[in-house]
């Protein structure tokens, strides 16, 4: 395979399987002309990366030189998490496995919302941290970081995005991330920031 089709357009393979991060990346590059993105799943047996890394820029280059190696095509791969002043950076680089392997969305949040029980509002900021990298075959790199400041609620609230969003509110907009549309969040979250970096990187490329 090669990174260019036979219409000169540049394939990219998305290094997740997580459907919400894919739909919002093909939301935010859907503008791009000539840049190909293709679903981790049209590839079979992709290889289980162990997100060990100290770092969110360690796992997404893990990541996206891992999948690189396996398809023979750009990729990539992002690591993004939750970062709580009050709890010492916490879940940080855990963020997607916090809780254990068990715990879904709802029990992440409720843990996140009982370890904060009790800290005063002035002391509940908090940010997440988005990094996208992009590794090519023979482990080319590049890279571009995110963050989106907010403070942790006190309880969960709003059916929309996915997990932390529901007890990460935004000041300035009055709400969390879970009460705000797609394109809405598309503009303003971590994600979202990283990828408009990212996305003026590869279009330079």
């Not at 002391?123 to 942790?152: D, L, Q």
């Amino acid at each position: 395979m090669t990174e260019m089709t036979k219409q000169g357009r540049f394939k990219l393979v998305i290094a997740t399987g997580n459907k919400n991060k894919i739909r919002e990346i093909q939301d935010k590059f859907s503008g791009i002309g000539g840049l190909d993105p293709i679903p981790l799943s049209d590839f079979p047996d992709p290889p289980e990366v162990v997100e060990d890394g100290d770092t969110f820029l360690e796992n997404a280059l893990k990541k996206a030189a891992a999948i690189a190696a396996h398809t023979g095509l750009p990729a990539m791969a992002d690591d993004s998490g939750l970062v709580v002043d009050a709890l010492n950076g916490r879940p940080g680089v855990l963020s997607a496995r916090y809780g254990g392997a068990s715990a879904d969305d709802t029990a992440k949040n409720r843990m996140i919302l009982e370890e904060m029980r009790g800290v005063p509002a002035d002391k509940r900021t908090a940010r997440f941290v988005c990094v996208i990298a992009v590794t090519f075959p023979g482990g080319r790199s590049f890279y571009a970081e995110g963050t989106c400041e907010g403070v942790i609620t006190e309880a969960m609230k709003g059916a929309h995005g996915f997990g932390y969003d529901p007890i990460f509110f935004l000041p300035g907009r009055g709400k969390t991330m879970a009460e705000l549309p797609l394109e809405e969040k598309n503009r303003i979250s971590h994600r979202a920031k990283a990828l408009e970096a990212m996305r003026d990187i590869l279009m330079k490329l």
